[in-house]
């Protein structure tokens, strides 16, 4: 990765791309000034279309850069990310460079937004999560001009740099050991899709591996909002009672599979010998739960430290040849809900 295309866009690009003055460019993004609505309209659309970014630091800073590293992940109250934030602290703190972040609540449109008022302060490097982003997002991130780093996945093509795990390899290695266990009747729980594009990659990695053995999912439902340890209750009940003959329970995080899990426990269900359960991301709190769940650990600590070395090492010396593309292997957890043979 070099820094040959790592111009930041300005006004006179956006002046060349919409046949105005700069000046005029400069009032329209202003918001100030005489300037008519079709030529208002007209520059907002290219500005937007090649992803410019106003510098509300310009002419403050020599360099026109902060050293601030712009994070921008879905969700706070997930207990995945803050050990992603501690990986990329623990690199940071090291240089002259912080973490600030920005939180998306598994919304396109929001991430735009926070990813569009974080380069406008001109930060020295992106780290993001997932691959999937809108096409004014993905134009914002290819003109920012500075070291762009994708995390939590590997399943698709980063604007430049990429560090996390392959999800359809994970739920592919999970089909493997639930069959290889012999359970056969499969029920699956999970939230909405359409916004977590990792656990939908999880889950067709899943259902792909169990096709290959003749094996389908007998029953599955979705949830978005609310305590997922409630939510894993409720729904491993309602399936279970739709469902009864199922032999095992595949969740798409440790916190509904935790609350699954509590629910068979009171009822005196025998786990795993009567139905299996396991989840996802090696959620450490859980570990306190009467029994293990079985799980797999998405090396969040691993992606946060790598992605923020990416960072560094780019800026610290940007015609340096580094790795820029980093899928990690996770590892299968059984625990003491997935039978091993």
């Known amino acids: ?45 290219a500005a937007k279309e090649i992803g410019y970014v106003p510098n509300k630091i310009a002419g403050a800073l020599a360099s026109n850069r902060v050293n601030l590293v712009a994070v921008i992940i879905p969700s706070l109250s997930n207990m995945v990310f803050p050990e992603v934030l501690t990986g990329i602290n623990q690199v940071l703190e090291t ?72 999800h359809r390899r994970a739920g592919s290695e ?30 067709e990695g899943f259902t792909e591996a169990l096709a290959k053995e003749g094996v389908e999912i007998e029953d599955r439902d979705f949830y978005s909002g609310g305590s997922a340890l409630a939510k894993g209750r409720e729904m491993t009940q309602e399936m279970l009672t739709r469902s009864p003959d199922l032999d095992f329970l595949y969740y798409s995080n440790d916190m509904i599979g935790a609350g699954g899990l509590l629910h068979l426990l ?52 940007p015609e340096e040849e580094i790795e820029t593309r980093i899928t990690l292997t996770p590892t299968i957890s059984y625990g003491d809900t997935l039978k091993r043979r």
Not at 134 to 160: F, H, Q, S, Y
Request: one cysteine or more; charged letters at 25%; proline letters at 5%.
């Open 1 to 45: 990765m070099t820094s040959d295309n790592k111009r930041p866009l300005t006004l006179r690009d956006v002046s060349e791309a919409t046949g105005v003055s700069e000046m005029t460019v400069s009032r329209v993004l202003r918001n100030r000034g005489d300037v008519s609505d079709k030529t208002r309209v007209k520059v907002l659309a």
């Open 95 to 166: 240089t002259k460079l912080q973490p600030v972040v920005g939180v998306t609540d598994y919304r396109p449109e929001k991430e735009e937004k926070v990813l569009y008022e974080m380069l406008s302060w001109r930060p020295s490097g992106v780290i993001i999560a997932g691959l999937e982003h809108t096409e004014a997002a993905r134009a914002m991130l290819n003109a920012a001009g500075i070291p762009i780093v994708e995390i939590m996945d590997t399943d698709g093509k980063p604007v430049d740099a990429m560090v996390g795990i392959s």
């Open 174 to 203: 999970m089909a493997k050991a639930i069959l290889k266990a012999g359970y056969r009747r499969i029920g699956f729980m999970g939230t909405k899709m359409p916004l977590d594009h990792r656990a939908r990659k999880r889950f």
């Open 266 to 317: 009171d009822q005196g269900v025998d786990v795993p010998g009567q139905i299996g359960l396991a989840g996802f991301n090696g959620v450490e709190l859980l570990q306190g739960l009467p029994r293990q769940l079985a799980t797999m650990d998405a090396c969040r600590l691993q992606v946060g430290r790598k992605a923020a070395e990416i960072i560094a090492a780019q800026l610290d010396n």
